[in-house]
């Protein structure tokens, strides 16, 4: 196990996974509207974003959550998230929600008791400078993970809309020394293959862009210097250390099929900064927060319930 003490004067900690196609040499990239595949120029050649920071943020969530349950997963109980609830079952929470509790389904609900209590808590907040610290402990009370991975709170009613949090855990997954590999296939109709395709109908050829790499790696960034920066004490920068990598290491221990023709298996995994140290395994890491939580609980609501009404 890492030993926490140990970063106290370090600013990041930075980890790179290296990554190989888990079959053959191909592989699907994440694509963009009126863009396509994320390809860019480096000064040692031709690079390739394969997942972007957003995504791999929703997927260390996702990772977190048991879908069966609507709940955290057991090694993470206690921990602080919103429930929105409609007609009194389970609609979303601020894990599974790209904005966490500035989802519309929390803030923009025609029930405003949510509202109206967390508006209470950041008033001494509505004029002035923001108090860190005050702004830490609340979101730590509500939802421990938007410490973890930002948030916007952009309501005018809630300090103006000035409340920001941003990403203290970020990952991407980046190719180099890319190369485009062109493939395609046909949409057969065995019935009538000169149909009229706009309705579905007919034979449809297609193509189709994959990639191929001399290198492959997921990089994560654990911004050290912004968790202890909120200012909430030992044992809460502790959790939140471990939550950080237990998110990195659940996300790489699960298997990373991305997309259907995206899937890798990752080879190794080192900590490049500080150097020295090693990636705990998930078992130590999920014995570590279970008292790290405990130690923790009182700062927190554990499940708080929000309700949506249109």
């Given at each position: 196990m890492i030993d926490i003490k140990s970063l106290n004067n370090v600013p990041r900690l930075l980890v790179e996974a290296r990554l190989v196609p888990l079959q053959g040499q191909r592989f699907q990239p994440t694509g963009f509207p009126d863009l396509g595949a994320a390809q860019f120029e480096a000064a040692d050649g031709s690079h390739l974003l394969v997942e972007s920071a957003q995504s791999m943020a929703n997927r260390?969530?996702?990772?977190?959550?048991?879908?069966?349950?609507?709940?955290?997963?057991?090694?993470?109980?206690?921990?602080?998230?919103?429930?929105?609830?409609?007609?009194?079952?389970?609609?979303?929470?601020?894990?599974?929600?790209?904005?966490?509790?500035?989802?519309?389904?929390?803030?923009?609900?025609?029930?405003?008791?949510?509202?109206?209590?967390?508006?209470?808590?950041?008033?001494?907040?509505?004029?002035?400078?923001?108090?860190?610290?005050?702004?830490?402990?609340?979101?730590?009370?509500?939802?421990?993970?938007?410490?973890?991975?930002?948030?916007?709170?952009?309501?005018?009613?809630?300090?103006?809309?000035?409340?920001?949090?941003?990403?203290?855990?970020?990952?991407?997954?980046?190719?180099?020394?890319?190369?485009?590999?062109?493939?395609?296939?046909?949409?057969?109709?065995?019935?009538?293959?000169?149909?009229?395709?706009?309705?579905?109908?007919?034979?449809?050829?297609?193509?189709?862009?994959?990639?191929?790499?001399?290198?492959?790696?997921?990089?994560?960034?654990?911004?050290?210097?912004?968790?202890?920066?909120?200012?909430?004490?030992?044992?809460?920068?502790?959790m939140l250390i471990l939550l950080a990598l237990y998110k990195i290491r659940a996300v790489l221990d699960s298997g990373l099929r991305l997309r259907t023709a995206c899937d890798f298996d990752v080879q190794e995994v080192i900590i490049t900064r500080p150097t020295g140290l090693q990636l705990p395994p998930l078992e130590e890491l999920e014995d570590a927060l279970r008292s790290s939580i405990a130690a923790c609980k009182s700062q927190m609501a554990g499940i708080t319930t929000a309700v949506y009404k249109k």
């Amino acid at each position: 196990m890492i030993d926490i003490k140990s970063l106290n004067n370090v600013p990041r900690l930075l980890v790179e996974a290296r990554l190989v196609p888990l079959q053959g040499q191909r592989f699907q990239p994440t694509g963009f509207p009126d863009l396509g595949a994320a390809q860019f120029e480096a000064a040692d050649g031709s690079h390739l974003l394969v997942e972007s920071a957003q995504s791999m943020a929703n997927r260390m969530e996702a990772i977190c959550w048991n879908e069966a349950a609507n709940d955290l997963i057991e090694p993470l109980t206690g921990l602080s998230y919103v429930r929105v609830e409609k007609d009194g079952k389970y609609l979303t929470s601020s894990v599974m929600e790209a904005h966490r509790i500035n989802s519309p389904y929390i803030l923009e609900s025609g029930d405003k008791n949510f509202v109206s209590a967390l508006k209470a808590e950041l008033a001494p907040m509505a004029d002035g400078p923001i108090d860190r610290s005050k702004l830490g402990a609340e979101l730590l009370r509500l939802d421990v993970g938007s410490l973890l991975h930002g948030v916007f709170l952009a309501k005018k009613e809630l300090a103006g809309g000035r409340l920001r949090v941003a990403r203290a855990v970020s990952g991407f997954i980046e190719a180099e020394g890319v190369r485009v590999a062109q493939s395609g296939g046909v949409k057969n109709d065995h019935v009538d293959p000169s149909g009229e395709t706009k309705s579905g109908f007919g034979n449809v050829p297609f193509s189709r862009q994959e990639f191929t790499a001399e290198k492959i790696a997921a990089y994560f960034n654990v911004d050290l210097a912004q968790i202890r920066g909120y200012g909430l004490g030992e044992d809460v920068e502790r959790m939140l250390i471990l939550l950080a990598l237990y998110k990195i290491r659940a996300v790489l221990d699960s298997g990373l099929r991305l997309r259907t023709a995206c899937d890798f298996d990752v080879q190794e995994v080192i900590i490049t900064r500080p150097t020295g140290l090693q990636l705990p395994p998930l078992e130590e890491l999920e014995d570590a927060l279970r008292s790290s939580i405990a130690a923790c609980k009182s700062q927190m609501a554990g499940i708080t319930t929000a309700v949506y009404k249109k």
